[in-house]
């Protein structure tokens, strides 16, 4: 079996999705350790995941630099959209109704994906530095609890940002991401970020929602304070599910 890149659980828990060093994505049943079904690529598929309402559905970013929507019962493309930048990272929201997609080169994208197309909305402007090694690919995307709106979006400038809608409310500083695919994560209450770091600690920032400014405002928010601890090359870093954080 080929070394796998990625892991990914669906709204059916008995189904999970993966990727490796192939070029291809399988479907597992978990139950049986089976392998349902298997969809090609022309390069590594560095993200994947199920449409969150409907699981006979899900999108995939690539180096080849192309994004797809998968219909899983018939195993086709449903739809796809070349972004010129090879894909690191991809998600749907909640409701399955928007996918965001981000490049190497930095860029984020959003496409309407109501009727299981890619229908291109906008570029999101991260205010992301060029320095003289180039812009910083996106690392990760988390939705915010309860939410369609604010995303958690990790970039390898090592910096968190979160946005609403379109615009950049907030920042979380403090871990270092230079060229690791690392992607921070929400706690289930909303209240905490959490990341993995190169410097192998875990960081754990305080998120207040209600500190985000208002539309009308250019400035954005940073949060430099947070707790640390060691954790020896660690990559990924999750809260407990059903764990009250205090």
Same mark, same amino acid.
């Given at each position: 079996?080929?070394?796998?890149?990625?892991?990914?659980?669906?709204?059916?828990?008995?189904?999970?999705?993966?990727?490796?060093?192939?070029?291809?994505?399988?479907l597992?049943?978990?139950?049986?350790?089976?392998?349902?079904?298997?969809?090609?690529?022309?390069?590594?598929?560095?993200?994947?995941?199920?449409?969150?309402?409907?699981?006979?559905?899900?999108i995939?970013?690539?180096?080849?630099?192309?994004?797809?929507?998968?219909?899983?019962?018939?195993?086709?493309?449903?739809?796809?959209?070349?972004?010129?930048?090879?894909?690191?990272?991809?998600?749907?929201?909640?409701?399955?109704?928007?996918?965001?997609v981000?490049?190497?080169k930095?860029?984020?994208?959003?496409?309407?994906?109501?009727?299981?197309?890619?229908?291109?909305?906008?570029?999101?402007?991260?205010?992301?530095?060029?320095?003289?090694?180039?812009?910083?690919?996106?690392?990760?995307?988390?939705?915010?609890?309860?939410?369609?709106?604010?995303?958690?979006?990790?970039?390898?400038?090592?910096?968190?940002? *979160? /946005?609403?809608?379109? !615009?950049?409310? @907030?920042?979380?500083k403090?871990?270092?991401?230079? +060229? $690791?695919?690392? %992607?921070? &994560?929400?706690?289930?209450?909303?209240?905490? *970020? /959490?990341?993995?770091? !190169?410097?192998? @600690?875990?960081?754990?920032?305080?998120?207040?929602? +209600? $500190?985000?400014? %208002?539309? &009308?405002?250019?400035?954005?928010?940073?949060?430099?304070?947070?707790?640390?601890?060691?954790?020896?090359?660690?990559?990924?870093?999750?809260?407990?599910?059903?764990?009250?954080?205090?």
């Open positions: 079996m080929p070394l796998m890149f990625l892991i990914y659980h669906g709204p059916n828990p008995r189904y999970l999705l993966s990727s490796s060093m192939d070029k291809t994505v399988r597992w049943d978990i139950t049986s350790s089976t392998c349902l079904k298997t969809f090609s690529h022309t390069d590594y598929v560095t993200c994947i995941q199920f449409n969150p309402v409907d699981d006979n559905f899900f995939s970013g690539s180096l080849d630099e192309k994004v797809r929507i998968w219909n899983v019962h018939d195993r086709k493309i449903e739809d796809w959209n070349d972004l010129h930048e090879m894909v690191t990272a991809a998600c749907y929201s909640p409701d399955g109704q928007v996918a965001m981000g490049s190497h930095g860029s984020c994208h959003l496409f309407d994906t109501t009727e299981k197309k890619l229908l291109y909305k906008s570029q999101i402007d991260l205010r992301i530095r060029k320095k003289k090694s180039g812009q910083k690919k996106i690392t990760g995307f988390q939705f915010a609890p309860g939410s369609s709106l604010e995303v958690l979006i990790t970039s390898a400038d090592s910096r968190i940002r *979160v /946005v609403n809608g379109d !615009e950049l409310v @907030h920042k979380f403090g871990f270092r991401n230079t +060229s $690791s695919q690392i %992607s921070a &994560s929400v706690a289930p209450n909303g209240k905490y *970020v /959490v990341c993995a770091s !190169e410097d192998s @600690h875990v960081y754990v920032w305080r998120h207040d929602n +209600s $500190s985000h400014p %208002s539309r &009308s405002r250019s400035a954005v928010d940073v949060t430099n304070s947070y707790e640390h601890f060691h954790c020896r090359d660690v990559t990924v870093a999750i809260t407990w599910p059903g764990a009250e954080a205090r």
